[in-house]
């Protein structure tokens, strides 16, 4: 037994040398070439992350592209909607809401006064809420005074041929001129005297009226017109020592609410005869003081003859107009009444058909125009008891279509009413559209 150790201590040797032999080459070459020896083990699984990492964004990529195309769908489709309502309502209005206006500008150059230009604009519209409920307004832009009003702003509703409702800032239906003031469709540039120092024109206020058309007879036509506003006041009543307003303009309420708690009444009625002659009938009364009983009491009578039909006088057109008020309680003034009456003809020659004057106008036409007016206030301002004053007046216009037209007068004035206009000449352009 003890011959055989020292071999197998030998063995034992050998195999440790060899195996400190190894392991020192094996960390020799870790030492001298490290990457090469693990670059597949170690690099392997990061070329496989990134990979997998480009794969994961070009796939979020494309979701986010996916849905961005449909939110950009979908906010076409709703500015589609709404372009599609806005050009729908666009449609409406224009189907139910009309806009237009008329204006003029006069040149005034009358005895004792510097010459000067003046004029106004005024804003229409109108329209249908409902085919029965329709609305109209008139407002004065206040050009060139700057303060602007509604003349007229009110709303309809159509019941019956002969029964109709309206409330708003009504236009007050007493005598025509008032109705019918429209700088456009007037033959002179002035409105007469009974219309600037009896009838307060042009005359709005706040209130509810009822109107309607009857069919009288196949050749008779009745329309009538009634209201109940706030009414006049009493502002035409000078404080003492200052000079009182001989007319009834500073009396209008401005649309402010009533100084007292009478309301006023007022209408008017027509008869119209084959549709050319028109006579008009208006009554008004209502209350002026603040707490106070008297009444300011109104009538007027207005006619049209448009004779047809009748080659001398088919052209011609004569309107006419009486008003007056009483006044309870006053005396400065205590009455004013006046009238007017005007004459127009119209003619064209047609031999100017081929010149500047009639060249690619359809209808071109000239009226000759007269007009006569009187009016007096009774007052105790005046020693006499009453202050008077007549108007004429001769005027030449030119209309190349019905709604534009150039106006040419002279107007001679007599009597000791302040408020008369001086003799002078007045020119002026008015349209409508």
């Known amino acids: 037994m003890r011959e055989h150790r020292p071999r197998f201590r030998k063995r034992t040797d050998v195999w440790t040398s060899i195996l400190y032999k190894a392991v020192f080459v094996v960390l020799l070459l870790y030492m001298l070439a490290p990457s090469r020896l693990f670059a597949q083990t170690v690099n392997q699984p990061a070329v496989t992350h990134k990979e997998d990492t480009v794969d994961k964004l070009k796939e979020r990529l494309q979701q986010i592209e996916e849905q961005h195309q449909t939110e950009l769908t979908e906010l076409k489709d709703r500015l589609q909607l709404v372009e599609k309502q ?7 209005l224009v189907q139910n809401i009309k806009v237009g206006a008329y204006g003029a500008v006069t040149f005034e ?18 329209g249908n809420i409902h ?36 409330a708003g800032v009504l236009l007050i239906p007493f005598g025509k001129f008032n109705l019918d003031h429209f700088d456009p469709r007037r033959d002179l540039t002035r409105p007469p005297s009974v219309a600037r120092l009896v009838t307060p024109t ?31 006041t ?17 009396a209008k309420t401005g649309l402010r609410p009533d100084n007292n708690g009478d309301k006023a009444i007022v209408g008017r009625g027509t008869f119209k005869f084959f549709d050319q002659y028109e006579i008009g009938f208006s009554g008004y009364r209502g209350a002026y003081r603040p707490g106070g009983s008297d009444k300011i009491t109104g009538m007027a009578l207005d006619g049209e003859f448009k004779p047809r039909n009748v080659s001398i006088l088919e052209n011609f057109v004569l309107r006419g107009e009486f008003a007056r008020f009483n006044i309870e309680g006053s005396t400065a003034p205590s009455s004013l009444w006046g009238y007017y009456a005007q004459l127009t003809y119209r003619f064209w020659f047609s031999a100017l058909n081929s010149t500047v004057l009639g060249r690619h106008f359809n209808n071109p036409t000239f009226a000759l125009v007269g007009l006569i007016g009187h009016t007096k206030t009774n007052t105790t301002a005046s020693p006499s008891g009453s202050l008077s004053g007549d108007q004429y007046i001769v005027g030449f216009n030119y209309r190349p279509v019905e709604d534009y037209v150039i106006k040419a007068e002279y107007q001679f004035n007599d009597g000791q009413d302040p408020q008369n206009l001086s003799d002078g000449f007045l020119a002026s352009v008015a349209w409508i559209f």
């Open 86 to 92: 806005q050009s729908s309502l666009s449609d409406q």
């Open 234 to 250: 009493d502002q035409f009543i000078a404080a003492p020592g200052n000079i009182p307003d001989l007319g009834l303009q500073s």
């Open 109 to 126: 150059n009358l005895k004792d006064r510097r010459t000067t230009y003046d004029g106004n604009l005024e804003l229409l519209i109108s």
């Open 131 to 166: 085919d029965r409920i329709r609305i109209y307004s008139e407002i004065d832009l206040g050009l060139p005074r700057g303060n602007a009003e509604a003349e007229q702003a009110y709303v309809d509703l159509l019941l019956a041929q002969a029964f109709n409702v309206r």
């Open 202 to 232: 042009n005359w709005g206020d706040l209130g509810f009226g009822a109107f309607g058309f009857l069919q009288v007879s196949d050749h008779i036509k009745a329309t009538y017109d009634i209201q109940v506003v706030n009414g006049l």
